[in-house]
């Protein structure tokens, strides 16, 4: 049973924009250039309503096959970027990592743990995100990185085991690298000494996309 909105009959607006953009520049090299060159980059919302009217017109573009085989660059082309919901994340301490977890109940037990850790240089950053918010929103932690002047040389993710978790998890881990955040890593939470670590042997828990 295919999902709602992965199968369509006729093209959507949007894939008749794109791919009528990208023959243009394909087949004329000299069209393949901004088509506002002078202008600022927007939010994409913002973009799209500018062009049509409509702030939804161009929402999703980023997934388009031709913008990730990238014949097309929102950037360059549309001079606008994808303006995801931020990553939540908590500072309770200096030290360089950041946990992620997609589970409410775990979120709500580690935090209380690390706001009454002993010792406070021990804990660094603690994240909330799943599936494709997960995907969407990480490279905005390079944003809270920068704004507090402590970054993460790990980045940990505990949370579910499954296909579609793995593909989500992979997805994230490279959207986090284009934005110049270290490799995600699963995280293995030991409950007796309650402490976190990189799981070397392989992931006992990877994020879910459900």
């Known amino acids: 049973m295919q999902r709602a909105g992965l199968r369509r009959d006729r093209p959507s607006r949007i894939e008749q924009l794109i791919d009528h953009s990208a023959a243009l520049a394909v087949h004329h090299p000299d069209l393949h250039r901004p088509c506002l060159p002078d202008a600022e980059v927007i939010p994409l919302a913002e973009r799209s309503y500018q062009l049509y009217g409509d702030e939804k017109y ?45 589970n409410s109940a775990a979120f709500t037990s580690l935090r209380q743990i690390l706001a009454a850790w002993p010792d406070r240089s021990q804990v660094g950053w603690l994240g909330y995100g799943a599936g494709d918010q997960l995907v969407a929103s990480l490279p905005t932690a390079a944003d809270s990185f920068r704004e507090r002047d402590h970054g993460a040389a790990d980045l940990l993710l505990y949370a579910d085991l499954d296909l579609d978790g793995l593909e989500c998890a992979r997805q994230a881990d490279a959207k986090g690298r284009a934005a110049g955040l270290p490799a995600l890593m699963p995280a293995v939470v030991a409950n007796s000494t309650r402490e976190i670590s990189p799981s070397r042997s392989g992931p006992t828990r990877v994020a879910g996309c459900s």
């Open 58 to 102: 161009l929402h999703g573009i980023e997934r388009h096959r031709l913008v990730t085989r990238g014949i097309l660059d929102i950037a360059d082309h549309l001079r606008a970027r994808p303006a995801p919901a931020p990553l939540a994340m908590y500072e309770f301490g200096p030290a360089p990592w950041l946990l992620i977890v997609e």
